[in-house]
T-cell receptor, first 112, second 114 residues
Framework: RKEVEQDPGPFNVPEGATVAFNCTYSNSASQSFFWYRQDCRKEPKLLMSVYSSGNEDGRFTAQLNRASQYISLLIRDSKLSDSATYLCVVNNKNTGFQKLVFGTGTRLLVSP | GAGVSQSPSNKVTEKGKDVELRCDPISGHTALYWYRQSLGQGLEFLIYFQGNSAPDKSGLPSDRFSAERTGGSVSTLTIQRTQQEDSAVYLC????????????FGPGTRLTVT
């Protein structure tokens, strides 16, 4: 079983739609959680951290459920520019540094 | 300011040859990471540097892979006797030591072994 699991998609949605991605992680010792975004043939970039109480950044809302080891990302009012792969990332502190473990990503396609 | 840079951007090599991939981290970032990403796969951790030392080499897939970092800055990943399964995008990232969750990635080197 992979340490971080995501539905690969693709999720095809029209502009303006609301879409949600889920992610599960297997290591209960995971301490921090993030969503990174990766455009086609580009490098990953940090989108947002995920806090226990849930957090929002504009149209993006992230939620964490530690009991179920589950993370979600909600995107409201989707834009064409949101088309990308969204990587769920967990941080397992290991040997004094924070080791990021990446999921394989969920691909989002937003159409006009 | 300047981001993480990597060179070459693309490398095609014949099976059995050695290759060197270079990473220039963001100035002042003490932590440096190497990952690889195969087609349709997630990022696979290879090695972590703090300064010039590598406390975690656990992700290097075989002894054909090695990496070094000099002057707390530039890092080189070397793959000896390349195999076709080494074909992937090799990504370098850097971060401040105390905020290593926010890793800044370079554009990657796309390696193709023929």
């Amino acid at each position: 079983r992979k340490e971080v699991e995501q539905d690969p998609g693709p999720f095809n949605v029209p502009e303006g739609a609301t879409v949600a991605f889920n992610c599960t992680y297997s290591n209960s010792a995971s301490q921090s959680f993030f969503w990174y975004r990766q455009d086609c043939r580009k490098e990953p970039k940090l989108l947002m951290s995920v806090y226990s109480s849930g957090n929002e950044d504009g149209r993006f809302t992230a939620q964490l459920n530690r009991a179920s080891q589950y993370i979600s990302l909600l995107i409201r009012d989707s834009k064409l520019s949101d088309s990308a792969t969204y990587l769920c990332v967990v941080n397992n502190k290991n040997t004094g540094f924070q080791k990021l473990v990446f999921g394989t990503g969920t691909r989002l396609l937003v159409s006009p | 300011g300047a981001g993480v840079s990597q060179s070459p951007s693309n490398k095609v090599t014949e099976k059995g040859k050695d290759v060197e991939l270079r990473c220039d981290p963001i100035s002042g970032h003490t932590a440096l990471y190497w990952y690889r990403q195969s087609l349709g796969q997630g990022l696979e951790f290879l090695i972590y540097f703090q300064g010039n030392s590598a406390p975690d080499k656990s992700g290097l897939p075989s002894d054909r892979f090695s990496a070094e970092r000099t002057g707390g800055s530039v890092s080189t990943l070397t793959i000896q006797r390349t195999q076709q399964e080494d074909s992937a995008v090799y990504l370098c990232a850097s971060s401040y030591q105390d905020r290593s969750y926010e890793q800044y990635f370079g554009p990657g080197t796309r390696l193709t072994v023929t």
